[in-house]
C-alpha cells in the first residue's frame, strides 16, 4: 500500500476527511511537538500548542500551496506563531523555572551513561531567549535548512545565521561552565 | 580559511560538513585534517552534534501523539460548519436543474408575454406622460 503525498493529505483535509488528519498527524506531529517543547520548555503546553495547530492546518488546509511552501514548512510556522502567542501570555511566569517542569514520562535513554550531558544540554537551553531555542531545534533537530528555517521564523537568512550562531556558542558556553562547576 | 573563520562556520552550522556553505566546505575540511587546534575545535562540535541527536531521539512518545490527535478531531467536529467558496454546488442537481427549470421558464414567458407587453406599452405610454404633466399643472 503506498503512503499519501503530503498534497494529497491537504486535498483530503480540506474536503473534511478526518482520515487524512489523522495519516498527516503520524507523519508529522511529532516534529511538530519538538519544536513547540524545545521552544516552550513545557510538555504541557507544546501538546496544547500541538492540538491547537491541528485544529488550524483543519480549517486554514485550502490555504496551503505547495508551490510556496513545503509542507513542513507551512507547518513549522503554524507551531511557532502560536508559541509566539503562548509566550506573550506566559511573560508572568519566568521562563527557567516554567521549564523545570518534570517531564512525566522521563524516556529510558535518560538513564543511560549520557544522561549528565542531556542534563547539562537542558539546562544550556533553557538559558537560551525562546526564538534561539526554536532556531536550533529547526537547524539541529529537524535538520531543516537555513532558508526553511528563516521563514518559519520570519527572519532574513542572514538574521537567522546570526540567530543560530549566538545560540549554539550560548549553549556551547553553558555546557562548559555547568561541567567545570560540577567538577 | 583561517581558524577564527573555521570556528564561526563550527559554531553556526555544526561539525557536519555537509551543512556548510558550498564555498567553505572543502577548506574547512583541509584545515581540520591538518590543524590540531581545528581538529580538537571540530571534535569538541561534533559532540554537541551528537548530544542534539540524542537529545531528538531521547523524547519521541507516540501514545501522546494519538491522544492529542483524538482531542483536536473531537474539537473540530464542534466546530461551525465550514462554509464553501466554490459556486459550482449552483450547476449541479438539484439546485443546478431549479436554476436551469427557471432560466427556461422566463425565456417562454419572454418570448410569448413581450410582444404584448410592448404594444400596451406603446398604448399607455402618451396616456401617462399626458396624466404626469396634467399633474404639473395641478400642482403650479
Given amino acids: ?183 | 580559511m583561517t581558524l577564527a573563520q573555521f570556528i564561526h562556520c563550527l559554531d553556526t552550522y555544526g561539525a557536519d560538513f555537509r551543512r556548510w556553505p558550498d564555498q567553505d566546505r572543502a577548506a574547512g575540511e583541509r584545515l581540520r585534517d591538518t590543524s590540531p587546534e581545528a581538529r580538537q575545535r571540530w571534535e569538541a562540535a561534533h559532540r554537541l552534534d551528537e548530544l542534539f541527536a540524542l537529545d531528538r531521539a531521547s523524547a519521541a512518545d507516540r501514545s501522546r501523539e494519538s491522544v492529542i490527535t483524538d482531542a483536536a478531531l473531537r474539537r473540530i467536529r464542534n466546530l461551525p460548519t465550514r462554509k464553501s467558496l466554490d459556486w459550482r454546488w449552483l450547476f449541479r442537481p438539484p439546485m443546478g436543474a431549479a436554476l436551469g427549470a427557471t432560466l427556461a421558464a422566463g425565456l417562454i414567458a419572454g418570448f410569448y408575454a413581450g410582444p404584448v407587453l410592448h404594444r400596451s406599452a406603446q398604448e399607455m405610454g402618451p396616456l401617462a406622460v399626458t396624466a404626469l404633466l396634467d399633474g404639473e399643472e395641478e400642482l403650479l
Fill in chain 1, 1 to 183: 500500500m503506498t503512503e499519501d503525498s503530503d498534497e494529497a493529505l491537504m486535498r483530503g483535509i480540506a474536503a473534511g476527511e478526518e482520515r487524512a488528519l489523522r495519516a498527516l498527524a503520524a507523519r508529522h506531529l511529532e516534529r511538530m511537538r519538538r519544536l513547540a517543547r524545545k521552544t516552550l520548555g513545557s510538555e504541557a503546553e507544546a501538546d496544547d500548542v500541538a492540538q491547537e495547530a491541528l485544529i488550524r492546518v483543519w480549517t486554514h488546509a485550502a490555504s496551503w500551496r505547495p508551490e510556496r511552501a513545503r509542507l513542513s514548512t507551512w507547518l513549522y510556522t503554524i507551531v511557532w506563531r502560536l508559541c509566539v502567542d503562548r509566550l506573550r501570555t506566559m511573560r508572568t511566569v519566568p521562563m527557567d523555572h516554567a521549564m523545570q517542569a518534570e517531564d512525566p514520562k522521563p524516556s529510558a535513554l535518560e538513564t543511560l551513561t549520557r544522561a549528565g550531558d542531556l542534563d547539562r544540554l537542558a539546562a544550556a537551553m533553557r538559558a537560551l531567549q525562546p526564538r534561539q531555542r526554536a532556531a536550533l531545534t529547526l537547524f539541529y533537530y529537524e535538520e531543516m535548512n537555513g532558508p526553511d528555517a528563516a521563514q518559519v521564523l520570519g527572519l532574513s537568512l542572514r538574521a537567522f545565521w546570526s540567530l543560530l550562531h549566538r545560540a549554539r556558542q550560548s549553549v556551547q558556553q553553558h555546557m562548559t561552565s555547568l561541567s567545570t562547576g560540577q567538577s
